[in-house]
T-cell receptor, first 112, second 114 residues
């Protein structure tokens, strides 16, 4: 499959804990993107990391990229109940249309 | 902040009927996409559209599907003869020309085929 694999598929934590979600992919990439989806809503872009970057931060989000292992991780620190959502990694296809290919997603539940 | 809007939010139709899902992408975006998500499953690419033509389509996007940009603002997905398995959330997305620019998604149309 061209799509990424994410683990875990589901993650349940307490408020204040950190949440780590992982993503693996099979082909070379130009960049990797992470999106969030609240239940029944559209996907919202969180962060993009380029292939020549190893780590990137945005607020409570930290993304790492290991191109040798073809994997990325998203860390949410000091989680809040409002972080409850599904999180997807996505890679850009090199085809002309520039589509994003999404992973299976991790369903995060943060309990208050 | 500008956003992608989709209508209707929920569409119920009978098997064999035609449906048109509508989207208004962000005005200065040039790449448009349709994705679908069957309940609880992955987000699947259907089609990309640029410069008034399809630039790529997936295996799902067979002859029953078509897209159109009838004017300068709307982007539509038509399913000619719906099947039960077409029941899903359909998301429209758009982005600027720069391939590093993120996709902006609408909130989707939930299509239920009975």
């Amino acid at each position: 499959s061209q799509q990424g694999e994410e683990d875990p598929q589901a993650l349940s934590i307490q408020e204040g804990e950190n949440a780590t979600m992982n993503c693996s992919y099979k082909t070379s990439i130009n960049n990797l993107q992470w999106y969030r989806q609240n239940s029944g809503r559209g996907l919202v872009h969180l962060i993009l990391i380029r292939s020549n970057e190893r780590e990137k931060h945005s607020g409570r989000l930290r993304v790492t990229l290991d191109t040798s292992k073809k994997s990325s991780s998203l860390l949410i620190t000091a989680s809040r109940a409002a972080d409850t959502a599904s999180y997807f990694c996505a890679r850009l296809s090199y085809n002309q249309g520039g589509k994003l290919i999404f992973g299976q997603g991790t369903e995060l539940s943060v309990k208050p | 902040e500008p956003e992608v809007t989709q209508t209707p939010s929920h569409q119920v139709t009978q098997m064999g009927q035609e449906v048109i899902l509508r989207c208004v992408p962000i005005s200065n975006h040039l790449y448009f996409y349709w994705y679908r998500q069957i309940l609880g499953q992955k987000v699947e690419f259907l089609v990309s559209f640029y410069n008034n033509e399809i630039s790529e389509k997936s295996e799902i996007f067979d002859d029953q599907f078509s897209v159109e940009r009838p004017d300068g603002s709307n982007f539509t997905l038509k399913i000619r003869s719906t099947k039960l398995e077409d029941s899903a959330m359909y998301f429209c997305a758009s982005r600027r020309t720069d391939k590093l620019s993120p996709l902006h998604f609408g909130n989707g149309t939930r299509l239920t085929v009975t």
